[in-house]
């Protein structure tokens, strides 16, 4: 089925509101739904206010449709299950299937495997989106008619290619109250250093011994594919969960530990930064590469361009905090922040990357590998 058709159809059954976190299956769909200025897109930082936006949105008079990874359905549960369930909220749902009945990355296995045991025990209803362009058509229409008729949960589940591509591109908003002054200009944009400069800089300012632990989706790829080291931890999956594993590893040694975060992915569980700042680690330092989107799921917006980083980090009492948009100031800040006492917080501004097809990190090390090899070195 064409992601034209699907999303012409969903706005002829009356739905006008969109919210989610992307997932690579659905770029067209997002691409369209972007495009038309009488939708409305709500960027999710996570799956959970995803539904949540959605219910109020429903309480407020519109049918939302919301989108999502299967990797995502565990951060919705709790909404889905204590909220739309018992106060009986319609939602529709389209879910991607990533290792759904086909070969994917490991981090993927379990909940493609699970995902349709799951969404049976909540009662959620779900259909795998047929290809076919007539099945299709009638499995949504059947599946609107079912969420609203009954006040119920209905999954969508949308297999690899059972939406096609197209060539439109993401509109992006025209947020008109920026904050900031960093914001997604596109000359300013240009100028800025890629992600590849920052992560070059940023491997190229710590030593071998330096715990490096980084983020889901592109960023690992990419370190990986500029500088390899026992020391390093690729996070595949658990997306926003970095500085997480970082504040665990930083209070269980003495290792420095350097985090290498997304803005998507900070922004997903942006509660970590009250954990690191009461926590206090010494040992810490928290980077957020910021593109001002998720690029790993072919660029879509996040909502980093009206957050300052550095100043939440500030508040959340991080005991130095800072800004940077050069590769020398990053590296100068890198640099200090690992000899000064911590936690430390690097906000640094960048583009896309320079590298949009690193290969994957399962090709050379399966993540169990990865596991011993990291403990390993932390044991020492
Ligand atoms: C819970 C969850 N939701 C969605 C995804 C799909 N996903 C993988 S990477 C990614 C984007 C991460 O964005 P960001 O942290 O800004 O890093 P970038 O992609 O820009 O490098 C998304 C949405 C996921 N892996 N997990």
């Known amino acids: ?23 690579s299956y659905f770029i067209s769909l997002l691409n369209n739904i ?24 429903y309480l407020g008079g519109k049918n939302v449709v919301v989108i999502m990874q299967n990797s995502g359905l565990g951060n919705a549960i709790n909404p889905l299950s204590s909220l739309c369930i018992p106060f009986g909220i319609p939602m529709l749902f389209f879910i991607s299937g990533r290792a ?34 007539t ?46 002054k960093n914001i997604f200009i596109e000359n300013e944009y240009k100028l800025r250093m890629s992600r ?8 190229g300012s710590v030593n071998q011994d330096v715990v ?27 997306m926003g969960h970095a500085a997480g594993i970082g504040l665990g590893v930083a209070c269980s040694t003495d290792k420095k530990v350097v985090v290498i975060d997304g803005d998507g992915a900070l922004l997903m569980h942006m509660g970590v930064m009250s954990s690191i700042g009461h926590y206090r680690p010494k040992n810490l330092v928290h980077i957020v590469i910021d593109n001002e989107s998720y690029e790993s799921t072919g660029g879509q917006p996040t909502t980093s361009g009206t957050v300052d980083f550095s100043e939440v980090a500030f508040n959340c009492d991080y005991r130095n905090s800072a800004f940077c948009t050069t590769a020398s100031k990053l590296s100068e800040l890198v640099k200090t922040s690992l000899i000064n006492d911590g ?22 090390i399966s993540p169990h590998q990865l596991t011993e090899r990291f403990c390993d070195f932390l044991r020492r």
Request: aromatic share 10%; net charge positive; charged share 25%.
């Open 1 to 23: 089925m064409k992601s034209i058709d699907l999303y012409k159809l969903l706005k002829e059954k009356g739905y006008s509101f969109f919210s989610g976190v992307p997932c």
């Open 34 to 57: 972007s495009r038309d200025e009488t939708s409305f897109y709500f960027v999710a930082p996570n799956e959970g206010l995803a539904v949540s936006f959605a219910a109020g949105a």
């Open 100 to 133: 759904y009945g086909i070969e994917d990355e490991p981090q993927h296995k379990i909940i493609g495997k699970a995902m349709r045991k799951i969404l049976e025990s909540l009662s959620i209803s779900a259909y795998d989106l047929p290809k076919n362009d």
């Open 135 to 180: 099945d299709a058509y009638g499995c949504v229409k059947r599946a609107h008619s079912e969420s609203i008729e009954n006040r119920k949960l209905v999954a969508l589940v949308v297999k690899k290619d059972v939406l096609e591509h197209d060539e439109n591109s993401f509109r992006h908003f025209n947020i008109p109250h920026y904050k900031w």
């Open 196 to 203: 590849t400069t920052a992560l070059c800089t940023i491997v």
């Open 212 to 238: 490096v632990i980084s983020t889901t989706g592109t960023s690992s790829r990419e370190l990986f594919a500029i500088q390899d080291r026992t020391s390093h931890f690729y996070m595949q999956g658990s």
């Open 343 to 364: 936690p430390n917080f690097i906000h640094v501004k960048v583009s896309s990357s320079e590298i949009p097809k690193a290969s994957r990190i399962t090709e050379k």
